[in-house]
C-alpha cells in the first residue's frame, strides 16, 4: 500500500514552459486535493475533486488545471509556467482524514 | 472568511520540556480540527483530528485541545524529544465546504538536546 505517490519530486522550468504533475493514491479515496506551499505560509488549495470525473476550484486555482478520469489519478497542469509558480506542490486524498504525498518542489526560472 | 493562526511562529526548547503550541481560528462553524506534522522536504502527516463535537484527543504524548466557542485549539507535547523537531500546522474544515482545509502558517518547532 504506497499511500499517495507524487512524480516528479524536483523540476525546474524555463518561463512559458509547461508541464504535469503526477499524482497517484491506491487507496480508493474519492476526495483528492492539490495544495502549494510557499515558504513560511501554510497550504493553499488550488483545485480539488469529490470523484472520477468531478474538479472544481480551490482558493489559488489560477494558471492551473486539472482532471480526474479515474479513481486513482488527479493530474495538476501548468500550462504557461510562471516564477509564481514557483513553489512546492502537494497532492493529498481523503478519508477521515487527509493523506499526503511527499510533494514536488517546482523552480520557475 | 475563515482565517486560521498560529503562534508562535518558531519556538525552540530544551529536550525533556512540556510545551503547548496554539492555533486559533475565526469562525466557529467547523466540521473539525486537525493537527499535522511536516518534516523538512516531506510530506504531510496527521497527528490528531478532533471532531466539532469533542473537547480533546490524545494520542502518546500528544493532547489536542478545542473550544469552538472562542476559537482556539491548543497541541500539548509532554517530554518533548528532539524527534519532536518538526513544523506543526492546524487547518480547520468548515461546515459544508466539500472538506476542504484552511491551514494555518505553522509554528516551527526545535528541541535542543
Known amino acids: 500500500n504506497a499511500g499517495v505517490t507524487q512524480t516528479p519530486k524536483f523540476r525546474i522550468l524555463k518561463i512559458g514552459q509547461s508541464m504535469t504533475l503526477q499524482c497517484t493514491q491506491d487507496m480508493n479515496h474519492n476526495y483528492m486535493y492539490w495544495y502549494r506551499q510557499d515558504p513560511g505560509m501554510g497550504l493553499k488549495l488550488i483545485y480539488y475533486s469529490v470523484g472520477a470525473g468531478i474538479t472544481d476550484k480551490g482558493e489559488v486555482p489560477n494558471g492551473y488545471n486539472v482532471s480526474r478520469s479515474t479513481t486513482e489519478d488527479f493530474p495538476l497542469r501548468l500550462e504557461l509556467a510562471a516564477p509564481s509558480q514557483t513553489s512546492v506542490y502537494f497532492c493529498?486524498?481523503?478519508?477521515?482524514?487527509?493523506?499526503f504525498g511527499p510533494g514536488t518542489r517546482l523552480l520557475v526560472l | 472568511k475563515q482565517e486560521v493562526t498560529q503562534i508562535p511562529a518558531a519556538l525552540s526548547v530544551p529536550e525533556g520540556e512540556n510545551l503547548v503550541l496554539n492555533c486559533s481560528f475565526t469562525d466557529s462553524a467547523i466540521y473539525n480540527l486537525q493537527w499535522f506534522r511536516q518534516d523538512p522536504g516531506k510530506g504531510l502527516t496527521s497527528l490528531l483530528l478532533?471532531?466539532?463535537s469533542q473537547r480533546e484527543q490524545t494520542s502518546g504524548r500528544l493532547n489536542a485541545s478545542l473550544d469552538k466557542s472562542s476559537g482556539r485549539s491548543t497541541l500539548y507535547i509532554a517530554a518533548s524529544q528532539p524527534g519532536d523537531s518538526a513544523t506543526y500546522l492546524c487547518a480547520v474544515i468548515e461546515v459544508d465546504s466539500n472538506y476542504q482545509l484552511i491551514w494555518g502558517a505553522g509554528t516551527k518547532l526545535i528541541i535542543k538536546p
Open positions: 478532533i471532531q466539532s
Open positions: 493529498a486524498s481523503r478519508q477521515e482524514t487527509q493523506y
